[in-house]
């Protein structure tokens, strides 16, 4: 019985947690997001390299919620959900602690002081593939990115796959849904589309963790991810700031510094 | 489906003659929504106006446009007439057809179209309006004056005197300015420091007045009847309450020889002194840079000596925070400094002073006890030379304005000098001779009439000295711009006036706006001399432009009144545009979703926490919510909210896409 | 018996040359970097033969966006400008069986009270050629439907690829004899001994009719929460979904025109049932994914007499945590 | 010759710099080109990034964001807060294509009626050089047609 399963077990025996967010066995050979309410069935449980989905958007989702105080299988980019989560007051240490998977081995984080440090230690840069493609992307004439981007986006059908596998898409109220006035059309034109993209980058820019959920989840593989990304990074390279590094709010678009430097206001 | 009125002005010529304003008219007709639209030669006139009334009650509009100057000219003009009709003031809008349209465009039809949209924007606009009730908040009715020369002393007796308390603040260790530095004043000649120096003591014996010298504002939060003034009261290192003003400490001082700066480096003072024998307070400081004690740790001679034992060299400076409704500005001004005048040889001659040096000079309570003595050698000037606008109206090396005073002190001291040096020769270089005010210029024509003061109408080029003396090479433009060559004993710069040091920094902590030369900005140049920008501060005095004694003290008791103003009223009514966190019926309760990153963007901490509960108090949800008596309606967290929960009245997101749309 | 004739693939090359050059377009399952998409078709060579589509054909005759009609603001008044609909003919090449019968599913909707102009005009000019499938995967589940991989329902004309290389074309209407006019060659019969390659093997998992009994006592079982704790609520389900009929009529405007659009929506999605007062008959996911599941397989036989579902599984291979319809539906069937 | 094409210019200003400075532009008599509509905002703080987007697909072939000078903000910050915003949405917008050659940002303020006319004039020859917007104008229809 490896240590996750035995943990689970521990946790839920003692009623430390009522419910484990974990990874099961899927269709095929795939995994998919599992919710261990007994003990006897923490051995549906798997550890794997299949197991890369950010299951931190759960933790804001009022059924799960509903079962009690939550046990997360977390990687990395979980981890720091969990702390921009707790940044933006939407999830409190009494909710959820963490069954972090670090470097193969499974760590109890029942204080976010916990999964602070440890976050602190992981690498958080993006996948190389990304990092790549973000370069070509940003060596391309503008328009060029215009023609990439349509093609791309020509292709998404607003089914909102990349905003409800979001972990800090956890709005009640998106601004998709706000009609009143409309701000992006709801149809999935090119203009709606590209208007849909474009808030969701703006509105995770500086709270990004950097998962790439939203572009796995993506049916039609549009790189949605590579725009949350771009944004995150732009943040990054000029404010110092970052999303998910803490639990304290530390929001670059909402703070400023009187001396930002920019080359472009006439 | 709204019933819109559109109303354009022509005012006059001024939009008329460049846009065809019927055919405004006629397109606004077409507007879906528009059930009135006329054109008129002035709306803001009485007929206008009511023009605008009998529309409301006559078509039943539920909303009005008037096109006509800039809403920051009008808007409240037509919003009280709105009202007057009997709608919301603010289901009135204004389209800028004047300042953003005639005066900037040619006459055309391309102006005509704009005006068309301009019009067009804001109907779309008012259609989107929500009726909107005013803000009403508490007025703390205690003023606050910063400055303590005559502008604030003026300032804060007037305010005292309707009965409200002032706290009078200068930052140097007495009250005065640079009036009780002067020696007469133009154009009675009467003494300066006699008209000052009860009005000094009365300030500080005012029973509603408290005053804090030697004290600086640190910081100022809060809005108009509201404000919170943090203010440094600096280590005088001496108990006022014990001392007595006796001086021993003065004569004791070992350290004697530190340049006055109330007698513009004419004399010397000791480490612990009191600036002036009249100041006010009589109490003496320590310069911590000079006194013998805080540079070696030893001394302590006027500890020793002091007679009520108030010295307290432990003594540290003191942060208070004090509710105030209403803040004066009355900083005041400072004289070009005179390194700027090389060519001038100041500096470099001892006998080349400025304007301030020689009213010292000339002063009955100055280092010569008013004889005029050249700094040199004592010796009395037989020739004299004035240089008028040193620095004034020269785009090239000084200030492109007039600094208004100087014809009238250098005219004022030319005088002075003739009175005091009998047979002395004062000569004049001047530009223009600028004496406009009353008795101004006949008090020039006694310099030149009674007094024998030569005018030289031209500018010096050179100030050199020639086997010890100085001479001034000129030219006299009204000579055919003959060059002329004066030997004298002493040069007096009239030297341009400028902001205070440290005036941009003091408007950006209380946000007021101000102009290139760091004078603080008027609301109005014309119709609110004395107001900012920023509601509940004014203006008194030379901070705000060069301007002499009378002006000053008359636009002091301009602020004054407009403090009095403030402060008759019972409360604050504050425009109702300001942001609004949305509340709606169970189960949402609020589209807010209670990130509150708007929290840390408001400038103003108006962003609070509310927690929704149900009937047993259990919390359901925790939402922002708007303080609206500190909110001021900058949007900022409108902008930041992912949810749009939050919206800002008068520019709310309807409206805006609105106006939009219609582009 | 129907005609059935033998396609080789150079003969498909022909129709396809033939269908274009008579101003028609052939759309087909085409690789598209690791997907398949439902794109144009030139060559024989283009068509991917096994294996679905990430998102369904069903935009041919339901596009994802479509505009029904625009107005001008002239004055207070305003023009209405009719749209027609775009009905490009259409062909649609290689679609798999499942596909085809999708069709059907939309049309009971579109015609079922008034008559949708829209959807009509382009299933009137939309061919469909059917192609048997030989492999299938975990979410298959046509045969759980009454169906099966080589069904030949919806299509105009079915391919079945022979052993012996090109295809059994089985004509089936008229329209599909009209097609195969246009591959401009005289056409061989298929010889009655003539070997199919098998049809791919799809092991019922459930039957639908005793699924249909069984939901009418399942409305209120936990069962839905238990299986949606998962579901996001997004809607990648029903957009890939070929029988989804869901949309939303938007109007987007300014000051001088607008128009009006029809655009897919999903009663997967918390939007789907909000009312304006802020109350939502369909608050839970749990409520939303038994809406999904009752509205396909009890709704839509009761009412409209055919299923709302074809089994092709695109749903499932869509979803981003693995909501398995098959397996879902296979638990609520076998459970008491 | 054909008509020389006239660019829709939309400026999104604060109320307390630049719309100040653009009335006295006008009480100075300093004329510029007529293509601008001013939508007069409290502060640059209150200008949603989105505000941009909409101007372009609302039919703008430019635009212009302008308020208060870094430090002279009525409301001492909004202006900070708006740079950081354009300064990502400004990398964002050139990441998915939009040409910034057509968005303009500046301060103006109250003291500089000049500075703006000059401002939209230039901002105005740009565009006008760069001709209309369609890319960004008609996606409205593409997906659709």
New interface residues.
């Given amino acids: 019985m490896d240590a996750l399963t035995s943990k689970a077990k521990e946790l839920l025996t003692a009623g430390t947690v009522k419910v484990v967010i974990g990874y099961g066995k899927g269709t095929g050979e795939s995994r998919r997001p599992i919710f261990v309410r007994a003990a006897e069935r923490a051995g549906e449980l798997v550890v794997d390299a299949g197991c890369v989905q950010n299951l931190a958007t759960y933790l804001t989702k009022a059924e799960v919620r509903a079962l009690g105080r939550m046990a997360i299988v977390a990687v990395p980019s979980t981890l720091r959900s969990m702390l921009q989560l707790a940044a933006e007051k939407q999830l409190r240490e009494e909710n959820a602690l963490a069954l972090a998977i670090i470097d193969g081995d499974i760590r109890e984080l029942a204080t976010f002081d916990a999964i602070e440090e440890a976050v602190a230690t992981v690498p958080d840069a993006i996948g190389e593939a990304d990092q790549k493609m973000i370069d070509k992307?940003?060596a391309m004439s503008?328009?060029?990115?215009?023609?990439?981007?349509?093609a791309e986006l020509?292709r998404c059908v607003k089914c909102y796959a990349c905003r409800s596998s979001c972990p800090m898409c956890y709005c009640e109220r998106c601004?998709m849904d706000c009609n009143r006035p409309q701000?992006?059309?709801v149809?999935?034109?090119?203009?709606g589309?590209?208007?849909y993209?474009?808030?969701r980058?703006?509105h995770l820019?500086?709270r990004c963790v950097q998962c790439g959920t939203c572009g796995a989840a993506c049916p039609v593989g549009i790189p949605v991810h590579l725009?949350t990304f771009?944004?995150e990074q732009?943040?990054r390279r000029?404010?110092g700031q970052k999303g998910g590094a803490n639990a304290k709010l530390d929001y670059?678009?909402?703070?400023?510094?009187?001396d930002?430097k920019?080359t472009?206001?006439? | 489906m709204s019933r819109v009125g559109v109303f354009i002005c022509h005012c006059g010529e001024n939009i008329a003659g460049t846009v065809d304003v019927a055919a405004v008219a006629k397109a606004a007709m077409d507007m879906p929504g528009v059930v009135h639209a006329v054109d008129y030669k002035y709306m803001c006139s009485d007929p206008g106006q009511t023009m605008l009334k009998d529309a409301i009650r006559d078509r039943k509009l539920d909303g009005v446009v008037v096109a006509a100057c800039?809403?920051?000219?009008h808007e409240p003009t037509f919003r009280r007439t709105a009202e007057e009709g009997g709608i919301n003031p603010y289901q009135c809008e204004m389209a800028?057809l004047?300042?953003?349209?005639s005066?900037?465009?040619?006459k055309g039809e391309?102006?005509t179209a704009?005006a068309v949209?301009?019009v067009r924007?804001q109907v779309e606009k008012v259609k989107r309006n929500h009726p909107l009730k005013p803000i009403r908040v508490p007025i703390t009715k205690k003023a606050l004056v910063l400055g303590g020369g005559i502008a604030g002393i003026q300032a804060a007796l007037d305010i005292a005197n309707t009965g409200s308390p002032v706290l009078l603040v200068e930052k140097s260790p007495s009250i005065g300015g640079h009036m009780s530095q002067l020696s007469e004043t133009f154009p009675t000649l009467d003494c300066s420091q006699c008209i000052l120096t009860p009005r000094m003591v009365e300030a500080a014996r005012h029973p509603k007045i408290t005053l804090y010298t030697y004290s600086e504002l640190e910081k100022l939060d809060g809005f108009i009847g509201n404000f919170k003034a943090t203010i440094r009261r600096k280590a005088r290192k001496i108990d006022e309450k014990l001392c007595n003003g006796c001086g021993v400490c003065q004569q004791k001082c070992p350290v004697k020889k530190i340049p006055d700066q109330f007698n513009e480096g004419l004399s010397n003072r000791a480490a612990i002194y009191v600036p002036f024998p009249q100041a006010v307070p009589n109490k003496p400081v320590i310069d911590l840079e000079n006194c013998t004690y805080f540079k070696t740790g030893k001394c302590k001679a006027c500890e020793k000596l002091c007679p009520t034992k108030a010295i307290r060299f432990d003594q540290e400076d003191q942060i208070e925070v004090h509710d105030v409704g209403a803040v004066v500005l009355a900083t005041g001004f400072k004289t070009m400094p005179v390194s700027h005048f090389s060519e001038y040889g100041y500096g470099k001659y001892k006998d080349v002073i400025d304007g301030m040096k020689f009213e010292r000079l000339a002063s009955a309570s100055g280092p010569t006890g008013g004889a005029i003595k050249r700094p040199s050698d004592g010796k009395t000037p037989e020739t004299i030379v004035f240089i008028a606008c040193a620095g004034s109206r020269d785009r090239l090396k000084g200030v492109p304005y007039c600094s208004k005073i100087c014809c009238m002190y250098t005219a004022k001291h030319a005088m002075l000098y003739q009175h005091k040096v009998h047979g002395g020769k004062a000569t004049i270089f001047y530009m223009d001779i600028r004496a406009a005010g009353k008795n101004y210029d006949e008090f020039v024509r006694r310099a030149v009439e009674e007094d024998g003061v030569k005018y030289v109408r031209g500018r010096v080029s050179r100030v050199y000295e020639d086997n010890g003396q100085l001479v001034v090479r000129g030219v006299d433009t009204l000579l055919g711009a003959e060059q002329v060559e004066i030997r004298a004993d002493m040069v007096v710069l009239a030297t341009a006036v400028q902001a205070q040091d440290g005036a941009e920094e003091l408007a950006?902590t209380l946000?007021v706006?101000y102009?290139?030369y760091k004078f603080f900005?008027e609301a109005h140049p014309k119709l609110r001399p004395v107001e900012t920008?920023?509601a509940g501060i004014f203006l008194a005095g030379t901070c705000q432009a060069p301007r002499d004694i009378p002006e000053t003290v008359a636009q002091a008791s301009g602020a004054a009144v407009k403090v009095a103003g403030l402060f008759s009223q019972p409360e604050l009514t504050r425009e109702p545009?300001i942001a609004v966190v949305d509340r709606q019926p169970p189960p949402v309760f609020s589209h807010c979703v209670g990130c509150f990153l708007c929290k840390s963007?408001c400038?103003?901490q108006a962003i609070e926490e509310e927690s929704i509960k149900n009937r047993n108090g259990d919390v359901l949800k925790v939402v922002a919510k708007v303080n609206p008596g500190l909110c001021?309606?900058?949007?900022?967290c409108?902008?930041?909210c992912r949810t749009k929960a939050i919206d800002?009245q008068g520019?709310s997101?309807e409206q805006?896409?609105a106006?939009?749309?219609s582009? | 018996m129907s005609e059935r004739y033998i396609l080789t693939e150079g003969s498909i090359g022909t129709l396809l040359e033939g269908l274009v050059s008579a101003g028609q377009r052939a759309l087909g399952p085409k690789e598209a970097g690791n997907r398949i998409e439902i794109a144009e078709i030139k060559t024989f060579a283009d068509i991917v033969q096994n294996g679905q589509s990430v998102v369904s054909a069903k935009g041919v005759v339901f596009?994802?966006?479509?505009?029904l009609l625009k107005y001008r603001f002239e004055g207070k008044n305003v023009a209405l400008d009719d749209v027609e609909p775009?009905a490009q003919p259409t062909v649609l090449f290689g679609l798999r069986p499942c596909e085809a019968r999708a069709f059907h599913a939309l049309d009971v909707v579109f015609n079922w009270d008034s008559k949708d102009k829209f959807f009509n005009a382009r299933m009137a000019n939309t061919t469909i050629v059917g192609l048997t499938c030989t492999q299938a995967d975990d979410s298959c589940f046509c045969t759980s439907l009454g169906s099966r991989p080589n069904d030949t329902q919806g299509s105009d004309i079915l391919l079945s690829p022979l052993k012996a290389g090109g295809f059994a074309a089985e004509v089936l209407t008229a329209k599909g004899k009209a097609l195969l006019a246009l591959a401009k060659v005289a056409l061989a019969p298929v010889p009655l001994n003539a070997a199919l390659i098998p049809p791919a093997t799809v092991a019922p998992a459930f039957d639908a009719k005793a699924l249909q009994q069984k939901l009418a006592a399942k409305f209120d079982s936990p069962l839905w929460a238990e299986q949606s704790l998962r579901c996001l609520g997004c809607g990648a389900c029903a957009f890939v979904c070929p029988t989804c009929v869901c949309f939303d009529i938007q109007d987007?405007a300014?000051t001088k025109q607008g128009?009006r659009?029809r655009a897919w929506d999903s009663c997967g999605m918390r939007l789907f049932t909000l009312h304006a007062s802020g109350h939502n008959p369909r608050d839970k996911q749990s409520q939303r994914w038994r809406q999904r599941v009752f509205h396909k397989f009890s709704y839509y036989p009761e009412r409209l007499g055919t299923l709302g579902c074809v089994g092709c599984g695109k749903c499932s291979r869509a979803c981003p945590v693995d909501m398995n319809l098959k397996q879902h539906l296979a638990d609520a069937a076998s459970q008491g | 010759m054909a008509e020389q094409f006239?660019p829709?210019m939309?400026a999104f200003v604060c109320?307390?710099c630049t719309?100040?400075g653009?009335?006295?532009?006008?009480?100075s008599?300093?004329?510029?080109?007529?293509n601008v509509?001013?939508?007069?905002?409290?502060?640059t703080?209150?200008?949603?990034?989105?505000?941009v987007?909409?101007?372009f697909?609302?039919?703008?072939d430019g635009v212009i964001i302008s308020g208060c000078h870094?430090?002279?903000?009525?409301?001492?910050?909004?202006n900070?807060?708006?740079?950081?915003?354009?300064?990502?949405?400004?990398?964002?917008?050139?990441?998915?294509?939009?040409?910034?050659r057509r968005v303009?940002?500046?301060?103006v303020?109250?003291?500089e009626g000049a500075k703006w006319?000059e401002?939209v004039n230039e901002a105005t020859n740009t565009v006008r050089e760069l001709g209309p917007y369609k890319?960004?104008q008609e996606?409205?229809?593409?997906?659709?047609?």
């Fill in positions: 992307l940003t503008v328009g060029e990115r215009r023609a990439f981007w349509a020509g601004t701000w992006i059309p149809a999935s034109h090119a203009l589309n590209l208007e993209h474009m808030v980058a703006m820019a500086g725009l771009f944004a732009t943040v000029q404010f670059a678009m909402s703070t400023f510094k009187p930002d920019e472009f206001i006439r | 800039s809403p920051r000219m800028n004047r300042e953003h349209c005066w900037v465009h040619e391309p102006t704009k949209d301009l924007i950006q946000h706006s102009d290139p900005a920008n920023t545009i963007a400038p103003y001021q309606g900058c949007g900022t409108v902008s930041t800002l520019f997101n805006v896409f106006e939009l749309m582009i | 596009p994802k966006v479509e505009r775009q987007e300014d128009q659009l | 006239e829709k939309t109320n307390w719309y100040a653009a009335d006295l532009t006008g009480t008599r300093i004329k510029y080109q007529s509509r001013v939508i007069r905002l409290p502060c703080g209150r200008i949603d990034f989105m505000l987007m909409k101007a697909s609302r039919g703008s870094p430090n002279d903000c009525h409301y001492t910050s909004g900070y807060h708006a740079r950081r915003r354009w300064m990502v949405f400004r990398d964002l917008m050139d990441f998915m294509g939009i040409d910034l303009t940002f500046s301060w303020s109250a003291a006319a401002l890319e960004v996606l409205t229809a593409v997906g659709i047609d």
